[in-house]
Each structure stands twice: as C-alpha cells, then as structure tokens.
C-alpha cells in the first residue's frame, strides 16, 4: 500500500496540496516575473553566462566522471542521500556523487574531481551541485520543486544514442540532452525524464540561486541560506557522510 511519503508526486498527488493551491501557485507566478530570468519553463545559456563556461569545460568534467564511474556500484541512490526522493526514485537506478549541497561540501569527492570543483565554485549564486547518473531504462515520473528561489542546470556528460530516447518534459515542453551542451529551466514545473536507452545518462545537476533585483535578491538569499539548517538537508550532509564512511571501510 502506498502512502504520503512513497506515493509518486502529481498535481493530483502534492507533497502538500498547499503547494499546488491557486494561491500558492498565483505566488510563485509572480515571483517568476518578478525575477530576472522571467517565468519560463526553460531559459538560454545567454541568460546564465557562466554555462557556457561549463560547456566549455564540458570534456574535462567528463574525463573526471568517467574515474567516479569506474566505482558505479559504489555510488549512493538519491534516496539514499535524501530519502524524499523515495516518492519518485524507489529503486537504484539514479545513483548520485555530490559536490554541495546548501552548505555542505563533499570535500572528498572534490578533491577526486578538482578540475569539476574549480569550475563549479566561479558558479554565482551556487546551491547544490553532482552528477546525477540515470541507469538504462530509467523514467523518473513527474514531480516539481517547492521553492522558487532556485533554477536548475543539466550540463550532457553522457547522452546515449538513439537521439531522443534521453529526453526532459518540463511544463509542456520537451527537450533532449546532448553531450557538451546546457538545459537551463525552472523545477517549478512539473517535469519528468526518460533514459530509454540500454547505456547510462550522466548530466551534471545543479542548482543556482534565481537572480533577482534588491529586496526580493536579499529575501532569497536569506531563504537559501535557512535551507541549510532545515531537516531535509541536515539529514542529506549526514547520509552523506555515512556513505563516505562506509565507502573508506572497503
């Protein structure tokens, strides 16, 4: 029987129906406008410079992937590291290698990708940031994100053939990945992806502060900052820290 904390995420199943209110909603509208960047489903590299840095970059970040692959079996499933995500990921065909999280700094995974780290710390406004590993045959179902304070950014590490079977819905929308190049977009949305190949999909996953104009930037600020000290996250930093400790232990 499925309950609130496994039951898969859609607007007829919230995490809260707060969160899919029409107020709620007709707020975060608004926020989105009110912000830099606009309300789009998805954004242009040409609205977040620093992307086109990262790819770039994007074949030294894959050489450094391609040592932490190497230990697959090894690496954590997202609800693993933060069991939330069990609603949407109940098995372990999303495995994940942190970098940051609200805070937090996977120190030892940064200094077996140094080249990665580098370029993620000249990332203005960085939250979170790690590879995020979809096995073959992976469909991550539809679900979106609470906090309109962050945009999210996939850098295509590794994209299988056949050119579209690796594909993101956000809002209505569609995209594919591609090695080497950016989907920039807002995880307010609903979204859902797909790896419909026999190969894995590896992007590098990050999330960034939503730029604003003062005083909604400083309120952001101080919201971003508060998620460090919330459960979700503390209990992230400490799963985290067990799976370095049990990994050492081999």
Known sequence: M???????????????PV????AYRRLEAWLGEQSDV??????????????????????????????????IDAL???????????????????????????????ETNCRQCPETWKLL??????QSAFFSILAPGKHIPEHRGKHKGLIRYHLG????EPAGACRLRVGDQMRHWQAGESLIFDDTYY???????????VVLFVDVARPFSWPLSWVNSA????????????????????WEHTLAQR
Not at 232 to 242: E, F, G, Y
Request: glycine share 2%; hydrophobic share 35%.
């Open 2 to 16: 499925q309950t609130a904390a496994t039951r898969p995420q859609s607007p007829h199943t919230p995490i809260h």
């Open 223 to 242: 919201v971003n900052r508060l998620l460090a000290f919330s459960p979700l996250v503390k209990q992230a930093k400490q799963n985290h820290l067990d």
């Open 38 to 71: 606009g309300n789009a489903p998805f954004f242009t590299t040409e609205q977040f410079p620093w992307s086109q840095r990262l790819e770039a970059s994007w074949q030294t970040i894959r050489q450094e992937l391609l040592q932490v692959l190497e230990q």
């Open 191 to 201: 979204h859902e992806a797909w790896n419909e190949t026999s190969d894995y999909r």
């Open 157 to 160: 590490l590794i994209v299988p």
């Open 121 to 126: 710390q000249q990332i203005p406004g960085l």
């Open 19 to 22: 969160f899919d209110s029409a």
């Open 76 to 106: 954590p499933s997202f609800q693993d590291i933060m069991p939330r995500q069990q609603r949407i990921s109940p098995d372990d065909k999303w495995k994940t290698y942190f970098f940051c999280a609200f805070g937090f700094v996977a």
